[in-house]
């Protein structure tokens, strides 16, 4: 069984900028999580989509935004990139009714310079 | 204060011992706890899973969780340098979504 993959593996870009992060869950698993892993910080909940609707957000700003598309496929957007911005953002999967058990893929590694 | 606190370590060890990594909570709420694996530059792998109060054991593994003092631990016995990674436990409310990290602590095992 293919696990959760994420694309693409680095990204680099400029302060200003905007990034986006995809994600493909486990097959047959409906919800998408997004986490971001910044140095020191450790692992802080972004958003949650489930069925296509985010279900909720941490404490992030609007800049941070997503979706999850019809085959729970899911993109995190980050619109006017930051220097705190720089982190591995980390996208989870699990299935429906077992929202705790969450599976994470190997994650994007955002650079902003 | 953090809902999780974890010991960062490092915690560096000699290959066959036992490793005791610890959490812990200050939410009432919380009913399941994870442990996760990360190697470097690598996404967390889940380890273990466990909802209610008590012993787990999976292989070299045990979870073990006392609700009533608000602490988690990770046994890993006969510890092997594959073993080195960063551990994170996790944990959240009945039905939750977003998982509560610790900052996770980082284990060294040397031949």
């Known amino acids: 069984e293919a696990g959760v993959t994420q694309s693409p593996t680095h990204l680099i870009k400029t302060r200003g900028q905007q990034a986006t992060l995809r994600c493909s869950p486990i097959?047959?698993?409906?919800?998408v999580y997004w986490y971001q892993q910044a140095l020191g910080l450790g692992l802080q909940f972004l958003l949650w989509?489930?069925?296509?609707?985010?279900?909720n957000r941490g404490n992030f700003p609007p800049r941070f935004s997503g979706r999850q598309f019809p085959n729970y496929s899911s993109e995190l957007n980050v619109n006017a990139l930051e220097l705190e911005d720089s982190a591995l953002y980390l996208c989870?999967?699990?299935?429906?009714?077992?929202?705790?058990?969450?599976?994470f893929g190997p994650g994007t590694r955002l650079t902003v310079l | 204060q953090k809902e999780v606190e974890q010991d960062p370590g490092p915690l560096s060890v000699p290959e066959g011992a036992i490793v005791s990594l610890n959490c812990t909570y200050s939410?009432?709420?919380?009913?399941?706890f994870m442990w996760y694996r990360q190697y470097s530059r690598k996404g967390p792998e889940l380890l273990m899973y466990?909802?209610?109060?008590g012993n787990k054991e999976d292989g070299r593994f045990t979870a073990q969780v006392d609700k009533s003092s608000k602490y988690i631990s990770l046994f890993i016995r006969d510890s092997q340098p594959s073993d080195s990674a960063t551990y994170l436990c996790?944990?959240?409310?009945?039905?939750?979504?977003?998982?509560?990290f610790g900052k996770g602590t980082s284990l060294l095992v040397t031949p």
């Open positions: 989509y489930d069925e296509g609707e985010e279900r």
């Open positions: 989870a999967s699990s299935p429906k009714l077992d929202l705790d058990t969450q599976y």
């Open positions: 939410n009432s709420a919380f009913q399941y």
């Open positions: 097959s047959g698993h409906t919800s």
């Open positions: 466990t909802y209610s109060s």
């Open positions: 996790a944990m959240s409310p009945p039905g939750g979504y977003a998982l509560n």
